[in-house]
């Protein structure tokens, strides 16, 4: 009985493994402790069993409460991911770039004034991303007192949907500017280059763990 509880609790979970095997102990370990209560007051293994999957709740009701844990949990790593790797890589690129190919006086190529906008911009906000996170942290921290698991949820979405927006629109912007430009600057040194690639699969990875979050809301609320 409690396995298949189990089992169907499972199947209406979505998000991290991890997190989701460790919500599901929490309850397996929750609805044993309370079968073997029934059975230390008399009742048969089976009974024992079926009275703690009662008292525990119905699945569909037990699940939405579940999902908006694990929704919180994979945003809020999510979050740690745009406040901590997105300027890392901005300035880990920076520094790449000075010590492997030098000042930007060096380029053979005009610089057009439009560019040096594009760019300031790029780069601008590129540390808007983590001021995001950091609110979308703090506000989560700040409204758990005031809103349910839903809602918080649905506020982390909405903020991590749009720091992530923000450095895919950064880093398309630059990459696409820059290509216009010169394609040459996008090759500026092997470090660069590589540092380039891992800036566009952390933005792409991003985008994955946006779209989890947001469709883990969308189960909440289903």
Same mark, same amino acid.
């Given at each position: 009985?409690?396995?298949?509880?189990?089992?169907?609790?499972?199947?209406?979970?979505?998000?991290?493994?991890?997190?989701?095997?460790?919500?599901?102990?929490?309850?397996?370990?929750?609805?044993?402790?309370?079968?073997?209560?029934?059975?230390?007051?008399?009742?048969?293994?089976?009974?024992?069993?079926?009275?703690?999957?009662?008292?525990?709740?119905?699945?569909?009701?037990?699940?939405?409460?579940?999902?908006?844990?694990? @929704?919180?949990?994979?945003?809020?790593?999510? #979050?740690?991911? &745009?406040?901590? $790797? !997105?300027? *890392?890589?901005? +300035?880990?690129?920076?520094?790449?770039?000075?010590?492997?190919?030098?000042?930007?006086?060096?380029?053979?190529?005009?610089?057009?004034?439009?560019?040096?906008?594009?760019?300031?911009?790029?780069?601008?906000?590129?540390?808007?991303?983590?001021?995001?996170?950091?609110?979308?942290?703090?506000?989560?921290?700040?409204?758990?007192?005031?809103?349910?698991?839903? @809602?918080?949820?649905?506020?982390?979405?909405? #903020?991590?949907? &749009?720091?992530? $927006? !923000?450095? *895919?629109?950064? +880093?398309?912007?630059?990459?696409?500017?820059?290509?216009?430009?010169?394609?040459?600057?996008?090759?500026?040194?092997?470090?660069?280059?590589?540092?380039?690639?891992?800036?566009?699969?952390?933005?792409?990875?991003?985008?994955?763990?946006?779209?989890?979050?947001?469709?883990?809301?969308?189960?909440?609320?289903?």
């Amino acid at each position: 009985m409690i396995e298949e509880y189990l089992g169907d609790l499972d199947r209406r979970l979505h998000g991290c493994g991890k997190f989701k095997a460790d919500l599901l102990e929490e309850a397996r370990d929750g609805l044993h402790d309370a079968a073997d209560a029934y059975r230390a007051g008399g009742w048969s293994d089976e009974d024992a069993e079926r009275r703690a999957v009662a008292d525990f709740g119905p699945a569909a009701v037990v699940a939405r409460g579940y999902q908006a844990e694990l @929704g919180m949990l994979s945003g809020v790593r999510t #979050l740690w991911k &745009l406040v901590i $790797g !997105v300027p *890392l890589m901005q +300035v880990a690129w920076d520094y790449a770039r000075i010590l492997t190919f030098g000042e930007w006086t060096k380029l053979s190529t005009p610089t057009p004034e439009w560019y040096k906008v594009v760019a300031h911009a790029a780069h601008g906000a590129v540390f808007v991303v983590p001021v995001i996170g950091l609110v979308a942290l703090f506000g989560i921290r700040w409204l758990s007192r005031r809103l349910d698991g839903t @809602g918080l949820a649905r506020f982390c979405g909405i #903020l991590i949907a &749009l720091a992530v $927006g !923000v450095n *895919l629109a950064s +880093v398309g912007m630059l990459i696409g500017a820059t290509g216009f430009v010169d394609v040459s600057r996008l090759f500026l040194s092997v470090p660069c280059v590589l540092l380039m690639v891992a800036w566009v699969l952390l933005s792409v990875r991003l985008v994955v763990l946006a779209r989890r979050s947001w469709g883990g809301y969308a189960t909440i609320v289903a």
